[in-house]
Each structure stands twice: as C-alpha cells, then as structure tokens.
C-alpha cells in the first residue's frame, strides 16, 4: 500500500501539539519512508501549511536520507505568517527537489465555503504558487480533510487533477475526471515501529489506525464541525487559530 505519511510541525524538542513531530523522531520516520521511497519509486511523504520548521528542521534531515517531499502550502500564509516559510525558502525547496502544490489560499473548510469563495480559495492559491515558482499546480490537499461533490467540481473547474484527503483508508477514485486519494495524517504518538509496520501492510497497526480514524468520524459527526474543532484544539494543543487538520 503506497500512501503518503503526512507531517505538519517538526519541533526541536516535544510538544503539546498533536500533529508536532520531534526532529529525533522524524530522523526515525524519515529513515522508513527513504526506504519506501527507493523500493516503490514514489514520494512517501508530504507536509501540509508551509511551516517554517519544514524548511529549518526537516529538509536538512529529508537531504541527509536523499528523500523529498510534496508540500501543500496554504499561500496566504507564507511570508504573512510568523513561523511559516517566505517565498524565498519554499523556492530553496522547489530547487532542492520538493514538490509544491495548493492547500488552499486560507486554509477554511472548503465544504463551508460559498460558491465565490470557494472559487477563490482554489485559483488564487494555484495562481500564485504558479506565478511564484514558475510551476504547474495540479495537486491540493483538502484544509480539515473536508471535502464533497461540490468542492470536487469546483477543483476540476480550477484545473486541478488530484485531491489529497486526511483518510489513509480511502478507497483510490476519479470524480469528475479527478484522482481523489487518501493520506495518512503522522501524529506525534506514532513511532517508527508503528509507522514501519503501517507502510509494510501490517493487519494489527491497520485495525489500530481504522478505530482511531472511524471515532474521530464519529465524533466529528455528532458535533459538527464546528464543535469538532474546537474540542480538536482543546485537546490536541493547538495554539494558532487554523481550522482542523482532519
């Protein structure tokens, strides 16, 4: 099963941030996918926002493995935000091998958004990676992995060809001529013997990540968004104002 292991924050030390990764754990992490990377011949890993730990913490440890990545920037943010990436870093990336690709301009729940914001979330954010780095755009990962039959006509409207959800258990298919794929979101509690036995198809860490994924489901159901995010944030130690990671 190939299917990118997915990473937000690389911190030098632990945090309370559940989707923060130690830059000792993610050597362990990075060691694993290098591996699928080279047995597979596919990208293994992907980060989403444009943190600036992405480009100060984790591309010396992804150059010292020969591993890349694909990252999903949320373009507003980048040189806007305190402790996100400039334009200037993100082109190092590009250069060094990375693959950037759209998170939407402002990181909103894409299925809450009016038709005309919508529209905007989706071009202006690919117009200016485009324009920026002098690429072509084709990806995005879904913000809070909310996604529907609207937003996935309005992707292909905007000329993208694949959706990347925050479900590693996701059936691969094609909406409205658009490839539609799963990830598997890396928090801070897996280690790299859970991740190991995750990407080599192990059937106990799959029943484990399948209870954790179908309560949040279920959670994220009864509550609603918006009460899911912000029991998210309470308990996950989310410290910026960004909708959920999924």
Same mark, same amino acid.
């Not at 290098?34 to 980060?47: E, Q, R, W």
């Not at 809450?112 to 117009?127: A, G, H, P």
């Given at each position: ?117 919508? +529209?905007?979330?989706?071009? %202006? @954010? $690919? ?5 920026? #780095? /002098? ?73 484990? +990540?399948?209870?954790?994924? %179908? @309560? $949040? ?5 009864? #509550? /609603? ?22």
């Amino acid at each position: 099963m190939i299917l990118l292991a997915t990473y937000h924050e690389i911190t030098e030390n632990d945090s309370r941030y559940v989707y923060s990764i130690s830059t000792s754990r993610f050597v362990e992490h990075t060691q694993v996918l290098a591996h699928l990377s080279v047995t597979t011949g596919s990208t293994a890993l992907s980060f989403d926002d444009g943190h600036i730990s992405n480009y100060e913490l984790a591309l010396p440890i992804l150059e010292t493995h020969n591993c890349r990545a694909i990252h999903f920037l949320s373009a507003s943010w980048i040189g806007r935000r305190d402790n996100f990436m400039d334009w200037n870093q993100v082109r190092e990336l590009h250069k060094a091998g990375h693959e950037m690709q759209s998170h939407s301009w402002s990181h909103p729940f894409l299925t809450e958004c009016k038709d005309e914001d919508l +529209e905007l979330e989706l071009t %202006r @954010s $690919k117009e200016v990676i485009e324009d920026r #780095l /002098g690429v072509e755009v084709t990806a995005i990962s879904m913000p809070g992995g909310r996604w529907d039959r609207r937003v996935v006509r309005a992707c292909a409207m905007a000329g993208y060809q694949r959706i990347y959800l925050s479900d590693p258990f996701f059936r691969p298919r094609i909406v409205d001529n658009v490839e539609i794929l799963g990830r598997l979101m890396v928090s801070r509690s897996m280690s790299a013997h859970a991740l190991h036995r995750w990407v080599s198809g192990n059937n106990r860490q799959f029943g484990i +990540e399948w209870m954790r994924r %179908r @309560s $949040k489901d279920l959670a994220r159901n009864v #509550l /609603g968004n918006s009460m899911y995010h912000l029991l998210w944030r309470t308990l996950g130690g989310a410290e910026r104002s960004l909708q959920g990671r999924g």
